[in-house]
DNA sequence: ACAAAAGTGTTACACTTACACCCATGT
DNA sequence: ACATGGGTGTAAGTGTAACACTTTTGT
């Protein structure tokens, strides 16, 4: 089998878009950029990134989030390539996109909003530039497969998270509505989440407080690392 | 956001590889090719081909899968893309990987065995130049969640097969041993196949013949249509 | 008749689902 | 005392897992 390359065949550039989620406590929300200069200028967009020639995909969206977050240690995943021919005028682009979850506090979001872009509920999301609209509705369907099967949502959360705020994350997530009963019993059944002793009052008319709790990480390194397959909801 | 690229950006060349999976009733085969030409004139590599500027990514695979098959209508998944710079000596080159499922008959075998191919078991996959061992391992990992929880199975079946093949398909698949009874009853109860009536004998040694079921490519449309979410094993 | 693989049922247990009231606390 | 959301239990049904023998057919 012979696969040989022409110089000629040397003439694609590589970025990256990152379809990044949060969660605001009532929705799942999502960031979204504005183009700066032509083409598209002033067009929505995903965060998005060059790849430079010596560049690593991988590294690029982690430098990215870091510019965007202050971090680069959120969970992070590579969804498809986006390669078909002609997605952008200037030539051809491969775009390697991924999504991240991140933890949404108040400063993150109005550092961001700050910085000109805006987090939007998913249920929302503009249409965008390039193909991103794709990018997007890929990373949603991925991210719904993995909320399902394992225990992601976690670092959506605050560290320290109420029963109902992961039952709110879950219905957002999955788009459906859960028996508070049965949601409890799961979720505490795995074993996956460690009281902390603190509690909260969810609102000012609330009155009762609300016991807070932690996701148990060491627990779960153990459990995936005997294979074992956590199925979820 | 600012995202402009310079001419220099364009500067990569794009190819694909393709980890083709068959089953020859009792191993999970794969498709191996050797190189013909520097650099790693003879080494192991996956199928694979160069993607011209002008191309989908998606119908170079299937044109690469005509050729090795006579058919690109095998089902064909996009796996990550391996985008590590340096990969290989001639430039930067991105791999967007996929995999694919055959029905392997006798012909296509000593087909492709003729033409330099070989049809290994996965267990005993050589090691392959560039990058493709990850593409495989990937492949694999991939594979064997997609058999979890879909009927992927049936196109790497012969069209008419007993239960016991389907059974050998899913331990090979998965790795593990399953109850006879136990399986049966799982699979006949999704209510994807369709008994043929005909039946032949597994072996010369075999007395009684086994019954010849057909996957329900019908039934299996609507429910997952309807969003049904099948689970299996 | 015998050898070989095909085919079949039951029981115990775990998980899922549906459902409605009492509890703790702040005002 | 009352208003608010927090927190809890049970029973019926469904799916899973473990287990061994009978049936059909060719020789």
Redesign the pocket.
Known sequence: MKIDFLPSDFNVALASSVVVFGFSGDELLTLIATKNGEPFSGARILPSAIIKPDQAPENVVKQLLRELTQRDDWPLEQLNSFANPYRNPSGRVVNIAYYALVRLTDELKSDLEAKGFKWIPVSKVPSMAYDHDDVMAYARERFKRRVKRRPVGFTLLPREF???EIQRLYECALGKKF????F???VL?SQLLLETGN?V???????????LYMFDEKKYQTLTLKGYDI?Y?
């Open positions: 109420t029963l109902n028996d508070k009963r049965n409890r019993r799961k059944k509690s009052r969810s609102s000012a008319r609330a009155k009762r407080p609300s016991r199925v909801f």
